[in-house]
């Protein structure tokens, strides 16, 4: 078999003419934007304890039951659908949608599903497609490029390359949610933008263009009739078209030669213009002479007011995760200063005054959306698209300011409220992540399935966010068994990680350079391993160790610059770097001004938040601390092929000692669905 190192110097020598040419070529028309580059997916190959038996089950088996589910291939295990297919015969059918278009259907009142159903196929197409190019699988992109085609067909039974199926089929008339429609509840806008980023990302995982060419072609047609007066002053209802079509521009911009293999004209620079107007035009919806009328969602859709304006992070949480990433990918982009500064205000607003300590994202369950500053009840919403959403956020600003703080943010959502969101079979799904449970079951699918698709879109990402570079060197942002070739100047490197992380803080990282070669390496120390909970003390911990730092076995200072430990010297073959992170449990309180867990601690061990449950104690509603007490970490083999347990003692209400046990907050619900849990304890203070 054809090793790592082999198959990148293989892919190095075949330079342009290679399929790696496609993401390689994409990641440099980043190179000319912000600071740090994420690596192309060729370049990482994930050898992980922890993450890799999660990749088997998503490429084996997440990715494949989300497609079957969209196909209608489910047995309801929610009463509203129950009740559907009793209604239908039949389950519904996301594809059945683009079917009936595309043999000329029309206005007939019919449609399965939700209208972002088509979005939602695209966002799973656009996951299947990164995890494609780590983990070929011929059998799955037979069955999409089967899907392609069916969506090509309805898009050709459109003269004007027009595809949105809802609205096709209810709303024939009220195209973007024109003439008494509402682009709200049609996401006329949204489901083509998922179709551009499906296609983009297709095309980087397989050179394939057809679905390309789509989105391509219906980018052409919202340009014409997006805009200045006079044309349609429509924006996204919901946010995720202005980076998707970014990427679209991006992509041609590095690929220039790649528009001989369309079937219509790219003008990459209207695409640009547009994620300008898209972004620039909310809150502007009153007539003038450049710009005709338009409803407003208001703060729901971030249209209050001006976006470059806004002070806060506001309105439906996914939304406002979805723009506030497409404004730092502008930032990154176009270098203006005053996307720069928006994308600050909106990090620092969500991260320092209205984060969960999950990662979680949306406080309120009315309109999906943000609460005001410091409100964070442990029954809040957190549904998982806006963790994700966050998440994708907080990678964006890392590439932007090259600060570890963006990555520890990022790995407080991968390790606990993304990994929440699926069950450890990968068949189930949460929509909300609340911080105490009774009753909460995963489901196997659900008549707003949003979820599913962006858990795919996160975890097929999330390779190529191990690492990152710049020109001066390389950047080690995730603790994730791994190899990883860069190219510095004329000086290929290959890193290899290899890590027990989160269940120990042990990682080694070995340097191969080609050629002894002077460079640095960045190495992120978290936060929460020197102190540092949150960069804004929205919560507090204190660990008594401290990370330890090893260069050849030789120890060297930790001395943290933007969140990065700084090692720069002369790399030789066979270099050795070693940071020992300390695991040892941890209580986190909150800032005093937030009120909703007020007089109460969470448990922490690395970059896990623990949560108690039925199942382990019994007598949950009893548990209390009087002060924070001893805990110890073990390893239970028994559990899901082994994880960390916490346990210690607490007591009960009358003052009687009680042992406990903490599980990750991720595992909460796999043993017992619908177990109570709870991850704040009351501390009890007389």
């Known amino acids: 078999m054809t090793s790592f190192k082999e198959k990148i110097l293989v892919l190095l020598a075949i330079g342009q ?27 990482v190959r994930i ?88 983990h070929p699988d011929a059998q799955l992109e037979k069955k ?52 551009m980023e499906a296609g983009v990302h297709y095309y980087h995982a397989t050179g394939k263009t057809k679905l390309l060419d789509l989105a391509v072609k219906l980018s052409n047609y919202m340009c014409r009739e997006m805009g200045f007066a006079p044309k349609l002053n429509i924006i996204p209802a919901h946010a995720g078209p202005e980076e998707a079509l970014l990427k679209v521009y991006q992509l041609f911009k590095a690929e220039p030669q790649l528009k001989q293999k369309m079937s219509v004209p790219v003008h990459e620079d209207d695409y640009l213009n547009m994620v300008k107007f898209w972004i620039e035009q909310r809150g502007h919806y009153g007539g003038t002479d450049q710009l005709l009328a338009r409803g407003s969602d208001s703060a729901y859709n971030q249209d209050h007011m001006p976006v470059l304006q806004q002070t806060t992070i506001e309105g439906h949480a996914v939304r406002a995760t979805l723009l506030a990433t497409a404004v730092a990918a502008m930032a990154q982009e176009t270098k203006d200063p005053r996307y720069v500064q928006t994308a600050h205000r909106y990090w620092n607003n969500m991260i320092g005054k209205r984060l969960f300590i999950t990662g979680g994202q949306g406080a309120i369950a009315e309109d999906e959306r943000f609460g005001p500053d410091y409100f964070l009840p442990e029954s809040a919403y957190l549904e998982t698209c806006a963790s994700i959403g966050s998440g994708f956020f907080s990678e ?64 097929g990402a999330l390779p190529q966010y191990i690492y990152a570079y710049d020109d001066a060197g390389l950047y080690v942002n995730l603790f994730i068994g791994s190899e990883a070739s860069f190219q510095l100047g004329q000086t290929q490197v290959l890193l290899k990680q290899t890590t027990a992380y989160p269940w120990k803080g042990l990682i080694n990282l070995e340097v191969n350079p080609a050629e002894t070669k002077t460079f640095a390496i960045r190495v992120r120390i978290p936060g929460w391993a020197v102190g540092k909970e949150n960069p804004f003390d929205l919560y507090r911990s204190h660990l008594k160790d401290r990370a330890v730092l090893k260069v050849n076995g030789q120890v060297v200072p930790v001395k943290s610059t933007k969140g990065y430990a700084v090692i720069e010297r002369q790399w030789k073959k066979g270099d050795v770097i070693t940071l020992d992170l300390p695991m040892e449990p941890r209580w986190i309180s909150t800032n005093d001004a937030v009120e909703t867990v007020k007089n109460k601690w969470a448990l922490a061990a690395g970059p896990l938040v623990y949560g108690f449950e039925t199942v382990d104690n019994p007598t949950l509603d009893q548990l209390q601390l009087r002060a924070q007490p001893k805990a110890q970490i073990k390893f239970r083999s028994d559990l899901f092929g082994g994880m960390n347990t916490i346990t210690g003692k607490a007591m009960n209400q009358v003052g009687k000692e009680i042992r406990f046990t903490a599980i990750p907050f991720f595992a909460l619900g796999n043993r017992e669905p619908g177990a109570a849990y709870r991850v704040w304890l009351p501390r009890k203070t007389n």
């Open 144 to 195: 999409i490029d089967g899907y392609i085609d069916r969506i090509a067909a309805a898009q050709d039974a459109d003269p004007d390359g027009y595809l949105n199926t809802y609205t096709t089929l209810e709303r024939p008339t009220m195209r973007w949610g024109t003439n008494g429609g509402q682009d709200r509840w049609q996401h006329d806008v949204y489901n083509a933008g998922m179709l």
């Open 47 to 134: 050898e992980d304890p922890f993450w890799s038996p999660k990749f088997h089950v998503w490429n084996t088996q997440t990715v494949y039951d989300v497609l079957d589910k969209l196909e209608g291939k489910y047995n309801p295990d929610r009463q509203d659908l129950i009740d559907e297919q009793a209604k239908m015969g039949r389950t519904r059918n996301a594809f059945q949608n683009f079917d009936w278009v595309a043999t000329g259907k029309k206005d007939t009142g019919v449609h399965d599903g939700p209208p972002w159903y088509d979005g939602l196929v695209y966002e799973t197409i656009r996951g299947a497609a990164d995890l494609l190019v780590e």
């Open 17 to 43: 003419f290679g399929l790696v040419a496609h993401c390689v070529m994409a990641q440099s028309a980043k190179s000319d934007g912000g600071l740090l580059h994420p690596l192309a997916f060729e370049q």
């Open 396 to 459: 964006k600003m890392n590439e932007l300011d090259a600060d570890g703080k963006y990555m520890d943010e990022l790995e407080r959502v991968i390790y606990n409220n993304l990994l929440s969101g699926v069950s450890i079979d990968g068949t189930h799904f949460h929509y909300e992540n609340p911080l105490v449970g009774q009753g909460n079951k995963r489901w196997a699918w659900h008549s707003c399935p949003c979820c599913p698709p962006m858990i795919l879109k996160m975890v």
